[in-house]
């Protein structure tokens, strides 16, 4: 059973620009849920999606924004970076909206000069 | 919203000895409490979760105990060891479920043998 995979690991990018980061769930799982984890923070929920629809957002502005795919795969999106978009950026699929346990990528390191 | 609070931020204990983190939430309608062990390089993995009508639970040499009164809940692991070191986050959700998680700051375990 594969788990949960993200891409790309790195990247850097300049204040202004866009970015795009990619995950695929664990095999059967319908949700999925991306967090922002700032260095030596906890990890703050962004949005999830159950079945491609935005299902709950937190405190972020609308440049962060994301889709879910019928295979349940996820992007999340971020316009107009700003360096305090600096973090590990987290996701997380479930089996349902109901499960406990979230099953948590490596993350993706951006870093915004 | 909800506002989780974990103390300490760093904690180093001796082998075999007993280390504890405590966590505060300020949502009396939180009603899942997971806790997640994040080691270096790698993403959050649930290591125990309590729910809001139990009051302890316990998993080998962890456990986990809720005071819904209070808003507190509190991880302990007996018997520590190297491996046991990691930064550990608490959390809290009021759907029931691992959805829409807050996560407390973290507390960095050192385990010296």
């Known amino acids: 059973e594969t788990g949960v995979t993200q891409s790309p690991t790195h990247l850097i990018k300049t204040r202004g620009q866009q970015v795009t980061l990619r995950c695929s769930s664990q095999?059967?799982?319908?949700?999925v849920s991306w967090y922002q984890q700032a260095l030596g923070q906890g990890p703050q929920f962004i949005f999830q999606?159950?079945?491609?629809?935005?299902?709950g957002r937190g405190n972020f502005p609308p440049r962060f924004s994301g889709l879910q795919f019928p295979n349940y795969s996820s992007e999340l999106n971020v316009n107009a970076l700003e360096l305090d978009d600096s973090a590990l950026y987290l996701c997380?699929?479930?089996?349902?909206?109901?499960?406990?346990?979230?099953?948590f990528g490596e993350g993706s390191r951006l870093t915004v000069l | 919203g909800e506002n989780v609070e974990q103390h300490p931020s760093t904690l180093s204990v001796q082998e075999g000895d007993s280390a504890v983190i405590k966590c505060t939430y300020s949502d009396s309608a939180s009603n899942y409490f997971p806790w997640y062990k994040q080691e270096l390089g790698k993403g959050p993995q649930l290591i125990i979760d309590?729910?809001?009508?139990?009051g302890e639970k316990k998993d080998q040499r962890i456990a986990v105990t809720l005071n819904k009164t209070a808003k507190h809940f509190s991880l302990h692991i007996t018997e520590t060891q190297p491996e046991d070191s990691a930064v550990y986050f608490c959390?809290?959700?009021?759907?029931?479920?691992?959805?829409?998680?807050?996560f407390g700051g973290g507390t960095r375990l050192m385990v010296k043998p």
């Open positions: 999606y159950y079945r491609e629809e935005e299902n």
């Open positions: 959390a809290a959700s009021s759907n029931n479920a691992g959805n829409m998680l807050t």
């Open positions: 997380a699929s479930s089996p349902s909206l109901s499960a406990g346990e979230l099953f």
């Open positions: 095999s059967g799982h319908n949700t």
């Open positions: 309590i729910r809001s009508n139990v």
